[in-house]
């Protein structure tokens, strides 16, 4: 079974702090893929990446970026955290298999700022 | 972007009931996955169906791309299948768009 693994399920950080969420896969996926959900809106991409060191903007990259330095391993980084980006965060990954592409999520990171 | 739209937002049942979700998509899509995610908050794949019907035991789904639109059949319900069913449609796994999805209730 595919593991995607956000290494903390609830976050508290302070207004400014410069906050970094971890995720990690173990099944060799090339693509990676950072939402966040908030209530009556669904998931909205943030940042995917299909490969080390490549990156592409989702629907509302502002105030994040991403890093890919290992192909299993994608870290979200709020530059300057606001309170505005307080919610939910889905990590997922999926293969570039042509025959069956479902993205796998991770339990998610309940970010708090105050 | 595409624009995805669910209904209903709510929908409770009481547990045996079967129930009909629907997506519709604005645009041509080559990948559509249906999503449930738990009250625990965990997203599990339950279908990828860019077109066509599949079947998995009491759950199934049909996409019918020509006309956009995808349905989640829920047969005989059960307590544990509560929480929201999200479908994402897109061009390819890197342009998913999720929509607002179905927030399912089953009684017992």
């Known amino acids: 079974d595919v593991k995607v693994t956000q290494s903390s399920r609830y976050l508290v950080k302070r207004t400014g702090e410069k906050v970094f969420l971890e995720c990690v896969q173990d099944?060799?996926?090339?693509?990676m893929f950072w939402y966040r959900q908030d209530p009556g809106l669904g998931l909205r991409l943030i940042y995917f990446?299909?490969?080390?060191?490549?990156?592409e903007k989702g629907d509302i990259p502002e105030g994040y970026s991403v890093s890919r330095e290992k192909k299993e391993r994608f870290s979200l980084i709020l530059e300057s955290a606001s309170t505005n980006q307080t919610s939910m965060y889905l990590c997922a990954s999926s293969s570039i298999d042509r025959e069956n592409q479902p993205q796998h999520f991770g339990d998610g990171t309940r970010l708090s700022i105050l | 972007g595409i624009q995805v739209e669910q209904s209903p937002p709510d929908l409770i049942l009481q547990e045996g009931a079967n129930s009909t979700l629907r997506c519709n998509f604005s645009?041509?899509?080559?990948?559509l996955q249906w999503f449930h995610q738990n009250p625990w908050g965990q997203l599990i794949n339950l279908f990828y169906i860019p077109s066509g019907t599949k079947q998995n035991g009491r759950l199934s789904a049909t996409t019918v791309a020509t006309e956009r639109y995808s349905l989640l059949y829920i047969s005989s319900s059960q307590t544990t299948d509560s929480g929201v069913y999200f479908c994402a449609p897109g061009r390819n796994n890197n342009d998913m768009r999720f929509g607002a999805g179905t927030r399912l209730t089953v009684k017992p």
């Open positions: 990446s299909y490969d080390v060191k490549m990156k």
């Open positions: 645009d041509s899509v080559n990948n």
């Open positions: 099944m060799d996926h090339e693509n």
